[in-house]
């Protein structure tokens, strides 16, 4: 059969480092089916899209395909529900499969624009959806995946990169050590897709997967693991393999700052070549790191990050702004730590209530969400009521933040503010609205205004 799996484009894609890196699920679906012997094409819209709408168009890949398949996050829901529509309406005899975490929540949703569901894990049950061995609308496969049985992705599936010589143009190689987090913040959606078991991939399959991509011509590797390190005993049997094939091979992961207290770990870092370290930081207000269950102290976090820089890493601090606890103050004791720890780089979000978590289902139950337009459910944009700010100061807190942490550095601010003008040209609508909320509105519920389904229909 001919399969066509899309990454939907986002309405505004508000951080540029993951524009050109692929989300795994489609290429691990695309390898798993490819060795059943479908023919597969996967598509990343950043780089090349499947629909314009505006000559209603669809890539003719779509035409020639028998299955579409869609990986939906939040904020690219209502693409996937746009050209899945687009889709139904020129190619009715069309099998239409979204999975992906947002469907995962709201399963019935995605419904109403395609022929079927795979909530959670789709590894072990993709085969049958595709073929038709399996028929229920929402497909839930209870089983524990077993990540060994994740083949070596097949990337020359992937449209709209350029292949020479076995070479893609891709500078960082998408590879996976391990799936899952053992710990369960309460603003993340990875113990809602796959749970609180952490799996580690067997290390020699990872080098199996390190060396395929070095023979490809890649000298950098991105590993898409949500906690690297949560197994340091597993973690370290990989990076002493690692570190003895001596390949001239870069690489980046993401990982809790208590790996700071591993000297060994360090040392084993070090010598596998790893260059930095994205770290979830969040905020240095005590009570939000409460707020969001995350489990360490602002001590370990300040005492992490001076390490890992004192030992030569590039550290790339993920931060957090508007925590219950949060004020304006607090806020701005979390930007100026940003630019005082020296970090090497930065990223702010602004708290958004992703579905299925912990956050979502207390913020719906409160009434607290303004929001429900998904295409702004992206970490640039206040969706709910915060308890001790109003909407529009946080939005600029998120601003200053930005402008704060890279104001000595002539590219950085550069590209902040041309993307900070782009920002403001595609939310103006938004800005608008979130204006209505004054200070104090947040008394546990809010009635007073009405919560916006379409930022394209405000105002009308």
């Not at 999975?99 to 995962?104: A, C």
């Not at 094939?245 to 870069?250: E, W």
């Not at 591993?262 to 260059?275: G, I, N």
């Not at 979830?280 to 990050?305: C, H, Q, T, W, Y």
Request: positive net charge; proline residues 4%.
């Amino acid at each position: 059969m001919n399969v066509v799996l899309v990454e939907p484009k986002p309405y505004f894609n508000s951080y540029y480092f993951w524009r050109k890196l692929p989300l795994l699920g489609n290429l691990i679906i695309g390898t798993i089916l490819e060795n059943r012997g479908h023919r597969v094409k996967v598509f990343k819209e950043n780089i090349l899209p499947v629909y314009n709408e505006k000559n209603d168009e669809l890539h003719p890949a779509i035409k020639e395909a028998d299955v579409v398949g869609f990986t939906a996050i939040t904020h690219t829901a209502k693409r996937a529900y746009q050209i899945a529509d687009a889709i139904r309406r020129k190619y009715p005899s069309k099998k239409i499969i979204f999975g992906g975490s947002h469907v995962s929540a709201l399963p019935n949703e995605a419904l109403q624009h395609g022929d079927q569901v795979v909530v959670g894990e789709a590894e072990y049950v993709i085969n049958d959806v595709i073929e038709g061995s399996i028929n229920e609308k929402i497909v839930v496969d209870q089983r524990n995946i077993d990540i060994n049985d994740i083949p070596v992705l097949d990337l020359t599936m992937l449209q709209g990169f350029r292949f020479r010589n076995g070479k893609i143009n891709m500078k960082f190689a998408p590879i996976m050590a391990s799936r899952g987090c053992p710990y369960d913040c309460n603003f993340c959606s990875v113990t809602r897709m796959f749970g609180r078991r952490y799996k580690v991939k067997d290390p020699d399959m990872v080098m199996e997967e390190v060396l395929r991509r070095y023979s490809e011509g890649f000298r950098h590797a991105f590993f898409y693991d949500d906690n690297f390190a949560a197994i340091p005993s597993k973690t370290k049997v990989f990076l002493e393999k690692l570190a003895k094939a001596d390949l001239r091979f870069t690489w980046s992961s993401q990982f809790r700052i208590e790996v700071a207290k591993d000297r060994e770990m360090l040392e084993l870092l070090k010598a596998a070549k790893c260059t930095t370290l994205f770290v979830g930081v969040e905020s240095i207000n005590p009570e939000a790191l409460k707020d969001f269950n995350k489990r360490e102290s602002v001590e370990e976090v300040k005492n992490g990050i001076k390490t890992l820089l004192d030992w030569g890493f590039h550290v790339h601090s993920m931060f957090i702004l508007g925590a219950d606890s949060d004020t304006v103050s607090t806020m701005k004791e979390t930007i100026n730590f940003s630019k005082k720890s020296k970090t090497s780089t930065a990223q702010f979000s602004i708290l958004f209530p992703i579905p299925g978590t912990k956050l979502y289902n207390d913020l719906t139950k409160n009434e607290r969400i303004f929001i429900n337009d998904w295409n702004l459910y992206d970490g640039s944009h206040v969706l709910f009521v915060p308890k001790n700010v109003t909407p529009s100061e946080l939005q600029k807190l998120f601003f200053r933040a930005y402008k704060r942490f890279y104001n000595k550095n002539l590219l950085y601010w550069g590209v902040s503010r041309l993307g900070f003008f782009l920002w403001k040209l595609h939310n103006r609508k938004y800005l608008k609205y979130i204006k209505q909320f004054p200070r104090g509105q947040f008394k546990g519920k809010i009635k007073e205004v009405r919560p916006l389904q379409t930022i394209e229909n405000y105002g009308k």
